[in-house]
């Protein structure tokens, strides 16, 4: 897998939206900081999904890393800097779903935790697992880091349905 393919993998992890997607759990199980940890997610999809680098940046704390883990088990590791610079570079429309989100919220920290689909140009590029890890600062949740793994044949049909 090349760069580019990486860094495209690297985008689907901050991609498209847990609450304004469609997260098939009801929100109303969630307590209020679990759906302001959420929120940050969705914050960062949407950015992503609009190539918002300006809006991204302000989620993401400065140093934060995307670790990826690719279908031969190779894991590739990139920073914040270049998860923005890629953004800003590709064109293509992305959307990333996921559903059953686990949140877990402990004082400033939290943790996100849900299975997902990611779409390039409306067509399933891969699914997988998304992991956000959070800090809740004086700015509000914003992102530490993302780890997710990239799964390209086999995946399981969606329970949000089709992509429109």
Known sequence: ??????????????A????????VQAKDTFSAPQREALGAVDALFAAMAKHDVDASRRLILPGASFVVVLP?????????T????ALGQHKEAFRERIWDA????????AQVW?????HV????????VDSFSLVRNADGWRVAGVSYTVQKVGCAPSPLGSVK
């Open 16 to 23: 498209f939206s847990v609450l304004a997607g469609g997260n």
């Open 82 to 85: 270049g998860y923005l610079d």
């Open 102 to 109: 686990q949140v877990m919220v402990q004082d400033n920290l």
């Open 72 to 80: 031969d088990g190779t894991v590739k590791i990139e920073p914040d």
């Open 121 to 128: 140009d409306g067509k399933l590029s891969h699914c997988g």
């Open 1 to 14: 897998m090349n760069l580019r393919t990486t860094t495209l993998a690297t985008l689907a992890a901050a």
């Open 114 to 118: 849900a299975p997902y689909d990611f």
